[in-house]
């Protein structure tokens, strides 16, 4: 079976799968997406969320658990909220998730409700981060650097505002 532009779901009875056409939806709503240049690479699920990372289109959807509701945020570009060839993303327990903003070489946090917040300062360069991963326990990400060459483990420190 082939599938274009699609996300495989298991419905509500967890009996059977859907294909759920969220890029086709979506490209409906802004008409400068265009499907077929969508690329879903990455995958993250918190909090009942299916977070789905679009390479080609420069975006994230975001879909609830049985798959009836969608939304999209991001676009090509290099301001706060914009992306070149995201690859990843991890959410926290307040919804704020951290994006892998590859081609742009930083991490972008985005709030629950889509809005830009601000870039993580880290303390190595990124070079072309490519993957994520969020060890809460530990409370540090961990991420793969393309032309790096690297995995470079970060600690997650809180920064008092009076001082940034």
């Not at 409700?113 to 870039?119: M, Q, R, S």
């Not at 991963?133 to 540090?140: G, S």
């Not at 961990?142 to 505002?161: A, E, F, H, I, Q």
Request: proline share 2%; with cysteine; aromatic share 8%.
């Amino acid at each position: 079976m082939l599938f274009q532009s699609g996300l495989l779901v298991s419905t509500s009875d967890q009996r059977s799968l859907e294909l759920l056409d969220m890029i086709g939806q979506a490209a409906i709503e802004p008409q400068s997406l265009q499907a077929d240049m969508s690329a879903c690479r990455f995958l993250s699920y918190h909090n009942q969320m299916l977070y789905v990372v679009d390479m080609g289109l420069d975006c994230v959807f975001v879909l609830n658990k049985d798959g009836t509701e969608s939304e999209m945020f991001g676009s090509r570009g290099n301001r706060g909220g914009e992306f070149r060839d995201p690859a990843g993303l991890v959410v926290d327990d307040m919804g704020t998730m951290m994006v892998v903003d590859s081609r742009n070489h930083r991490l972008q946090l985005i709030d629950r409700d889509h809005n830009f917040v601000g870039l993580v300062k880290v303390d190595i360069p990124l070079a072309r981060p490519s993957g994520i991963f969020l060890d809460r326990f530990n409370k540090e990400i961990v991420v793969s650097n393309y032309l790096g060459k690297s995995v470079t483990r970060y600690r997650m420190v809180m920064v008092d505002n009076k001082n940034i």
